[in-house]
Every structure is written in structure tokens, then in C-alpha cells.
């Protein structure tokens, strides 16, 4: 069926960077739009950034410019989604959240568990 496991997240101090992949492992996520998602404490989940399977990408206002969403789909069976976060700031701390969707048949929506991210001095 597939699953999507993220890293890299951590503790930055404000203005640095982080990079954070998520792997998706299936050849169904070839042909899906994957994206980055982040919730912060008592706030409901926000897209970060997505790109489509034919690399169009989106961002929130709040990511524009700082941060750069890109995916590996070189190999079919293996799908890794990456955000580079650039001047981090500290109301960019949350817990972010990489997602696969389809919305044509097959349709799904599969979340990966998490990472934090912490931008604090």
C-alpha cells in the first residue's frame, strides 16, 4: 500500500536552515501531488508547500521566497519529497507533516507520522 516517513526535522535558531525529506516508498505515489503540511500548537493543519507529479509546485504566503519544496521520482518504486526551510523563523515551529494525494481514481490521501521542527534561540 505505501507509507511516507519523514526526518530531518530539529532545533534551529531563527534565520537558519533545515531540510526536511520524506520517503515514500510505492509505485502508486508516482503519479500523486505531494506536499508539506505544518500544525502548530491550539492551530489547525496549513499547507506549507506541494508540488504536483509533473513538478508544478505551490507555497503559502508564509513560505514563499524562505522555503524551496522539490521530489525525487527518478525511480518509480521510490518517491522522496524534500523542503528546504531557509530563515527560519520562530512561528515556523511545528510539527510538519508530508502528504501524498490522489484525487481521481484511485483517490487517497496517506499522511506521513510527523517531525518537529523548533526555531528558537
Known amino acids: 500500500q505505501g507509507q511516507l516517513v519523514e526526518s530531518g526535522g530539529g532545533l534551529v535558531q531563527p534565520g537558519g536552515s533545515l531540510r526536511l525529506s520524506c520517503a515514500a516508498s510505492g509505485s502508486r505515489f508516482s503519479s500523486s501531488t505531494m506536499g508539506w503540511y505544518r500544525q502548530a500548537p491550539g492551530k489547525q493543519r496549513e499547507l506549507v508547500a506541494s508540488?504536483?507529479?509533473?513538478?508544478?509546485?505551490?507555497?503559502?504566503d508564509s513560505a514563499e521566497g524562505r522555503f524551496t519544496v522539490s521530489r525525487d521520482s527518478r525511480d518509480i518504486h521510490r518517491n522522496t519529497l524534500y523542503l528546504q526551510m531557509d530563515g527560519l523563523k520562530p512561528e515556523d515551529t511545528a510539527v510538519y507533516y508530508c502528504?501524498?494525494?490522489?484525487?481521481?481514481?484511485?483517490?487517497?490521501?496517506?499522511w506521513g507520522q510527523g517531525t518537529q521542527v523548533t526555531v528558537s534561540a
Open positions: 502528504n501524498a494525494r490522489r484525487s481521481v481514481t484511485p483517490v487517497y490521501s496517506i
Open positions: 508540488v504536483t507529479s509533473g513538478g508544478t509546485t505551490r507555497y503559502a
